[in-house]
């Protein structure tokens, strides 16, 4: 079980870094924390649309893992 436990926490740290990164590439939807960054600024490299739904799908994907890491963890510190 230790492996298991081993896997899940090296599979849930590389998931929140790349959790991270996909959460700082998709683009600003308003005034907030995104305008401090640049993200207020129009320009015409900004993604197209399929583009943007394939990044939300990667980061939703990628944040089920995590969150799945999270809770198996929880379920071996409960129960083993």
């Given amino acids: 079980m230790e ?3 081993i896997g899940l ?3 849930l740290v590389i998931g929140g870094l790349f959790l991270t990164l ?4 998709h683009k600003g939807k308003g005034g907030g924390l ?10 015409t490299l900004g993604g197209s649309s399929v583009a943007e739904r394939n990044l939300d799908r ?3 994907g990628v944040a089920l893992v995590w ?6 963890i ?3 510190d409960r129960f083993m």
């Fill in 67 to 72: 969150f799945t890491c999270v809770v198996g």
């Fill in 74 to 76: 929880g379920v071996l």
């Fill in 22 to 25: 996909l959460i700082l590439l």
């Fill in 58 to 60: 990667f980061t939703i």
């Fill in 34 to 43: 995104s305008d401090m960054f640049g993200g207020g600024m129009s320009s």
């Fill in 3 to 5: 492996a298991v436990r």
């Fill in 9 to 11: 926490q090296v599979l």
